[in-house]
């Protein structure tokens, strides 16, 4: 009989996954599912992608890849660092990587011993402390405030650092809040670091291009360049590229840390598909102009959504500052029974009577370690969208 591996006995399915699993069902079943689960662009890959994925094969370049990447790729994301991040990297510093997940999978690997432990600011993307402690990793969390706008204080990072802290992660533009990091934010946050010497910083900046109000991503290494012997970059082509599929992510930091992690990925994978590698470096050359289109239709659905969420009684919802989700807070509703009648004690139990009755996929806020809250993604259609602020409105409206 197969027994998992310790490692994996108290792992738990990501919500996320579990979430996007039981509305395929449901769909299966003929249900109008609306699913706002996942972080999923719901626009095409660009043009430039497919050609040079084409061109790719066209040149005959089938063969194993180089594990760290290809050349023209790990140039692409160079000329990347420094149009959009002001950062001048060597190649030596890059590797690209299937996904910004595999990126983050191959440093934890790469460093984590048993009981190191791994500050995770909360809310949180849900692979963080699920790979960390794949490795061993201890994940210590810091809540943030919604009175904050869900940004980490220093002081609180502070507080959570110990000896045995091996990585502080921090992932902003925030899936699943949308907040951003502004100067201050990351000066305040920088001295801390300075203070602890022995943490590294892993800066996920996967949703840099994806602000709102006229507001520009910042990296840690804009605001303390003296960190940068510390900080590990992840990023990828999924969100901003809408390439999800495609399985194309990056890192960038310090020559050893990068070194380990290729040792890793040498002894996983064998590098990235050559075609996809052709694909992400022609849309990284492109301009930015559909990246830009992208990131304003997002903008605007974010007033629809956010806007109709704000109208609801019930429901407080702060508008996000970046990224593609809304994270609505539900505690005025918990306790109270769902028009079908569920007791809706958590917001797991929101999350499922809303599929299960409205038929709206979305994921539980204590998926990402705060809860009550509702994370929806507004990367789908417009008529989707509206149709989904409807059901929600009725939904909620039949609460008791
Ligand atoms: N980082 C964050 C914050 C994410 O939300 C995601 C995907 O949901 C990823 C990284 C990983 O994306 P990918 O592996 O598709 O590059």
New binding site residues.
């Given amino acids: 009989m197969f027994k998992p591996a310790e490692r994996l006995a108290t792992l738990p399915t990501p919500a996320t996954i579990a979430m996007a699993a039981r509305a395929r069902e449901l769909k299966a079943q003929g249900k109008p599912v609306i699913s706002l689960a996942l972080?999923e662009p719901d626009f095409p890959s660009p043009n430039a992608a497919l050609e040079g994925a084409v061109a790719e094969v066209r040149a005959g370049h089938t063969g194993y890849p180089p594990i760290p990447g290809q050349k023209p790729l790990l140039e692409a994301i160079a000329a990347k660092f420094k149009r959009d991040n002001g950062l001048d990297v060597s190649l030596e510093q890059l590797m690209v990587c299937n996904?910004?997940?595999q990126a983050i999978f191959n440093a934890f690997m790469a460093s984590l011993n048993e009981g190191d432990e791994v500050v995770v600011p909360a809310p949180y993307?849900v692979s963080y402390p699920l790979i960390a402690r794949m490795f061993g990793g201890v994940p210590v969390e810091v809540p943030c405030r919604e009175e904050d706008g869900f940004r980490p204080q220093a002081e609180a990072i502070r507080a959570a650092i110990t000896l045995r802290t091996r990585w502080l992660v921090l992932?902003f533009p925030n899936?699943p809040t949308g907040a951003i990091l502004e100067r201050a934010d990351l000066e305040a946050i920088a001295a801390v670091l300075r203070d602890a010497p022995h943490v590294m910083v892993m800066s996920?900046e996967?949703?840099e291009h994806l602000t709102f109000d006229g507001k520009a991503h910042l990296s840690l290494l804009n605001v303390a360049p003296d960190l940068a012997e510390r900080v590990l970059i992840?990023n990828?082509m999924?969100k901003a590229y809408a390439m999800?599929g495609w399985r194309v992510?990056f890192a960038c930091g310090p020559v050893p840390l990068i070194k380990a992690m290729i040792k890793v990925q040498g002894n996983a994978t064998s590098g990235i598909c050559t075609l996809a590698q052709g694909g992400a470096a022609a849309a990284l050359r492109e301009d930015m102009a559909g990246v830009q289109a992208m990131r304003a239709t997002y903008e605007r659905r974010r007033g629809v959504v956010v806007g109709a969420l704000q109208q609801i009684t019930g429901l407080s919802c702060a508008m996000p500052q970046g990224a593609f989700y809304a994270y609505p807070g539900l505690s005025a509703l918990m306790g109270m029974h769902s028009a079908g009648g569920r007791l809706l004690k958590d917001d797991v139990a929101f999350a499922e009577a809303l599929l299960e009755e409205a038929h709206i996929a979305t994921v539980p806020g204590s998926a990402f370690g705060y809860g009550p809250h509702l994370r929806l993604s507004f990367a789908a259609a417009d008529a989707e969208l509206a149709e989904a602020c409807e059901r929600l409105k009725d939904f909620v409206a039949g609460i008791k």
């Fill in positions: 972080g996904g910004g997940k993307w992932n899936n996920d996967i949703y992840i990828g999924s999800t992510g």
